[in-house]
C-alpha cells in the first residue's frame, strides 16, 4: 500500500497539544506549515510559532510561508491529505484542490453551530455544555463543508479556556485517528451540513472582557473562564483578575492584578 504523505497546518499552542497526542499514538506529518516568526514582547525578538518550535524539536521539516503563491504550491502539491488546525490563513480554492484525500479541519463544535473564529469561548460564555467536536473537509466558505465525523461531548463544568482548548484538541486527535482509519478503509461518507441551522460565533475584542457589576454573577464567572485578562473597574481603578471560584452560587474572585500594581488577594483590597 501506498504511504499516505500528509500536511499539518497550524501554528498556535491548541495545534501543538493535537500533535503531541497523535505523536504519543505513533501517528506524524510528513510536514508542517505554520505562520512566519513574529516579533514578541517589548524587545521585539524573533519568535517561533509554538507550532514551529515543537515540529523543530521532533525533526519534522517546517514550511513557514508569509505567502501561499505559485513556490508555496509547488512544494505541496504531491501530498495525499492536509490537515488544518488553527493555521491563521485562508487556503485558496487552488490550494483546496491539490490532496486526493481532501483538506481536513477540526472544529471544536458541533456544526453547523457555533461557526467561526471562537466556538469554545462563545459555548463557554453561553454555558452551552452539550456541545462536541467535528472533524469536516474545508471547502471555500467559512466552517462550511462536509461532516466527515462528530463527537458529542458534555461538560461537567467549564474550566478555563486554555484548559479547555488543551483538552478539546486531545479529544480531536482521538476522533482524527479513527477517522482516518474508516476513510482509508472507505467507510466515510461525507455529510452535508444542514446550513439552515448555522449559527456564527464573532472575534472577541478586549472590551468583551470587561465583567460588570455584580461582580457574583455567573455571567462574570464565565468571562473569567473564557478569556485570558478578564478585568473590571473599581474607585476608577482597573483590576485584572488571575484567579477565581465558582462557589456557593456565587462568583469569588481570589486574586487580582490592581492597574500599576503586583498581583494581590482580592479580599486584601478593601
Given at each position: 500500500?501506498?504511504?499516505?504523505?500528509?500536511?499539518?497546518?497550524?501554528?498556535?499552542?491548541?495545534?501543538?497539544?493535537f500533535l503531541?497526542?497523535?505523536?504519543?499514538?505513533?501517528?506524524?506529518?510528513?510536514?508542517?506549515?505554520?505562520?512566519?516568526?513574529?516579533?514578541?514582547?517589548?524587545?521585539?525578538?524573533?519568535?517561533?510559532?509554538?507550532?514551529?518550535?515543537?515540529?523543530?524539536?521532533?525533526?519534522?521539516?517546517?514550511?513557514?510561508?508569509?505567502?501561499?503563491?505559485?513556490?508555496?504550491?509547488?512544494?505541496?502539491?504531491?501530498?495525499?491529505?492536509?490537515?488544518?488546525?488553527?493555521?491563521?490563513?485562508?487556503?485558496?480554492?487552488?490550494?483546496?484542490?491539490?490532496?486526493?484525500?481532501?483538506?481536513?479541519?477540526?472544529?471544536?463544535?458541533?456544526?453547523?453551530?457555533?461557526?467561526?473564529?471562537s466556538p469554545?469561548?462563545?459555548?463557554?460564555?453561553?454555558?452551552?455544555?452539550?456541545?462536541?467536536?467535528?472533524?469536516?473537509?474545508?471547502?471555500?466558505?467559512?466552517?462550511?463543508?462536509?461532516?466527515?465525523?462528530?463527537?458529542?461531548?458534555?461538560?461537567?463544568?467549564?474550566?478555563?479556556?486554555?484548559?479547555?482548548?488543551?483538552?478539546?484538541?486531545?479529544?480531536?486527535?482521538?476522533?482524527?485517528?479513527?477517522?482516518?482509519v474508516d476513510?482509508?478503509?472507505?467507510?466515510?461518507?461525507?455529510?452535508?451540513?444542514?446550513?439552515?441551522?448555522?449559527?456564527?460565533?464573532?472575534?472577541?475584542?478586549?472590551?468583551?472582557?470587561?465583567?460588570?457589576?455584580?461582580?457574583?454573577?455567573?455571567?462574570?464567572?464565565?468571562?473569567?473562564?473564557?478569556?485570558?485578562?478578564?478585568?473590571?473597574?473599581?474607585?476608577?481603578?482597573?483590576?485584572?483578575?488571575?484567579?477565581?471560584?465558582?462557589?456557593?452560587?456565587?462568583?469569588?474572585?481570589?486574586?487580582?492584578?490592581?492597574?500599576?500594581?503586583?498581583?494581590?488577594?482580592?479580599?486584601?483590597?478593601?
Amino acid at each position: 500500500m501506498k504511504k499516505i504523505k500528509k500536511v499539518f497546518f497550524g501554528t498556535p499552542e491548541i495545534s501543538v497539544h493535537f500533535l503531541e497526542k497523535l505523536k504519543k499514538e505513533n501517528f506524524l506529518f510528513d510536514l508542517i506549515v505554520t505562520n512566519p516568526d513574529r516579533k514578541v514582547g517589548r524587545k521585539q525578538i524573533l519568535t517561533p510559532s509554538p507550532v514551529k518550535k515543537w515540529a523543530l524539536e521532533n525533526k519534522i521539516k517546517v514550511l513557514s510561508s508569509e505567502k501561499l503563491d505559485d513556490n508555496f504550491i509547488e512544494k505541496i502539491k504531491d501530498f495525499d491529505l492536509f490537515f488544518v488546525l488553527a493555521y491563521g490563513k485562508i487556503l485558496k480554492q487552488e490550494i483546496l484542490n491539490i490532496p486526493k484525500m481532501g483538506v481536513w479541519n477540526l472544529h471544536p463544535s458541533l456544526l453547523p453551530k457555533y461557526r467561526g473564529p471562537s466556538p469554545i469561548i462563545s459555548a463557554i460564555l453561553d454555558d452551552q455544555k452539550e456541545t462536541g467536536i467535528s472533524l469536516m473537509l474545508l471547502d471555500e466558505k467559512m466552517d462550511h463543508g462536509p461532516i466527515l465525523s462528530q463527537k458529542n461531548i458534555l461538560v461537567k463544568e467549564w474550566k478555563k479556556n486554555s484548559e479547555m482548548e488543551k483538552w478539546f484538541s486531545e479529544e480531536g486527535a482521538n476522533l482524527f485517528l479513527e477517522t482516518f482509519v474508516d476513510f482509508g478503509e472507505s467507510k466515510i461518507n461525507p455529510q452535508e451540513q444542514n446550513h439552515s441551522k448555522a449559527t456564527f460565533c464573532q472575534k472577541y475584542q478586549k472590551s468583551d472582557m470587561e465583567l460588570k457589576e455584580p461582580l457574583e454573577s455567573r455571567e462574570n464567572f464565565l468571562k473569567f473562564l473564557a478569556f485570558p485578562k478578564p478585568f473590571f473597574f473599581r474607585n476608577n481603578k482597573r483590576y485584572v483578575i488571575t484567579a477565581g471560584e465558582w462557589k456557593d452560587n456565587k462568583f469569588k474572585i481570589l486574586k487580582v492584578i490592581p492597574e500599576g500594581k503586583k498581583e494581590r488577594d482580592w479580599k486584601k483590597q478593601f
